[in-house]
Structures are given as structure tokens and as C-alpha cells.
T-cell receptor, first 113, second 112 residues
């Protein structure tokens, strides 16, 4: 089982550049989420989706866009990267039940210079 | 809003020592509670969970009991191993959408 796959694993961007972080899951989960992990901050929710075509904002959505055209994929777009977006990004998926676990990808370490 | 507070780290222990990592929460509803573990260079994986008051979650020798009266979910292990060295996150979910609110994480370092 591949589970949740994130690409790329590492990325360096210049300020103002755009890029898309990819996330795919093969477990047919309805729910998918993006988190960022910063030192001393834990993980914070950026955006989430409860199914294809449905997305909503989390705690720290500014500077990020998402879409969910298929159940499997949930890409995260940075339209104009800023140094404050330097972080480790995790994608997660879960079945449609808050009592079940979320499955996380391996993360994407992004540096914006 | 929801929040999770867990003890600051790093926690440094010798092998076979007893471990406690404290976690308290604030939530508007009746949340499910989780402990996730992150090994170096990896993503998070579920360690254990409890979905209602007085439930005890357990896995790999770790335990945590959902205490509604003290809004706590402390993680314990009777005898830690070097391989337990990792960052541990306490988290809650009280929405229908499985989104998680995390604590800041506690690094555990176990020496031989």
C-alpha cells in the first residue's frame, strides 16, 4: 500500500515564485487535509477537503490555494512564495469519521529564500 | 476555540525509565483524543486514541486515559527504549471533518 504520497520531498523557491505541492492517496478516503509544521508550533491546518469539489479553510490559509477535482488528489498551491512559508508541509487523509485516524504523508520540506 | 497544551521538551530519559508526557485540552464539544508519533525524517503516525471519556488507548506499551473531568490525556510508558526516541504530538478532533488540532509536540530522547 502506498498510502499518502507527497511530492516533492524537498524544494527551494525564490521569493515570488509559484509552485504546487502534490498529494495523492490510494485508500479512497473522503477527507484530506494540509498542515504545516514549524518549530515550536506543532502542526497547523491550512486547508481541508471533505470530498471531491469541496474545500474549506483551516487555521492558516493565507497564501495557499487548494482544489479537489478527484478523490485521490489534493494539491496545495503557493501562488507567490514568501520566506514566511518556509516550513515542512504534511498532507493527511482519513475516512469520513472523526474517530478514525488520519494517515500522513512523509512531508515536503520547503525553503523560500 | 480548540487548543491542546503539552509539556515542553526535550524529555531526556535513560532506557527502562518511566515516561509521562502531559497533555491537556480545551474543546467546545466532545472531542476524540489522539497521540501521534513522528520519528526523525518521517511523517506522523497514530500511536493511540480514545474517543470518549474514561476510554484508555494503548499501543506498543504506551497508554493514555481520556479524563473529561481534568480535560487531560497524558501519555505513559512503563519502560522506554532507545527506539522510542521521537517527537510525540497530542491532538484532538471534535468536528465532523476529522481535522486535527495539535499540541506543539514533545521530543523524547532515550539514552542507553
Amino acid at each position: 500500500n502506498a498510502g499518502v504520497t507527497q511530492t516533492p520531498k524537498f524544494q527551494v523557491l525564490k521569493t515570488g515564485q509559484s509552485m504546487t505541492l502534490q498529494c495523492a492517496q490510494d485508500m479512497n478516503h473522503e477527507y484530506m487535509s494540509w498542515y504545516r509544521q514549524d518549530p515550536g508550533m506543532g502542526l497547523r491546518l491550512i486547508h481541508y477537503s471533505v470530498g471531491a469539489g469541496i474545500t474549506d479553510q483551516g487555521e492558516v490559509p493565507n497564501g495557499y490555494n487548494v482544489s479537489r477535482s478527484t478523490t485521490e488528489d489534493f494539491p496545495l498551491r503557493l501562488l507567490s512564495a514568501a520566506p514566511s512559508q518556509t516550513s515542512v508541509y504534511f498532507c493527511a487523509s482519513s475516512p469520513s469519521n472523526r474517530n478514525t485516524e488520519a494517515f500522513f504523508g512523509q512531508g515536503t520540506r520547503l525553503t523560500v529564500v | 476555540g480548540n487548543s491542546v497544551t503539552q509539556m515542553e521538551g526535550p524529555v531526556t530519559l535513560s532506557e527502562e525509565a518511566f515516561l509521562t508526557i502531559n497533555c491537556t485540552y480545551t474543546a467546545t464539544g466532545y472531542p476524540s483524543l489522539f497521540w501521534y508519533v513522528q520519528y526523525p525524517g518521517e511523517g506522523l503516525q497514530l500511536l493511540l486514541k480514545a474517543t470518549k471519556a474514561d476510554d484508555k488507548g494503548s499501543n506498543k506499551g504506551f497508554e493514555a486515559t481520556y479524563r473529561k473531568e481534568t480535560t487531560s490525556f497524558h501519555l505513559e510508558k512503563g519502560s522506554v527504549q532507545v527506539s522510542d526516541s521521537a517527537v510525540y504530538f497530542c491532538a484532538l478532533s471534535d468536528s465532523g471533518y476529522s481535522t486535527l488540532t495539535f499540541g506543539k509536540g514533545t521530543m523524547l530522547l532515550v539514552s542507553p
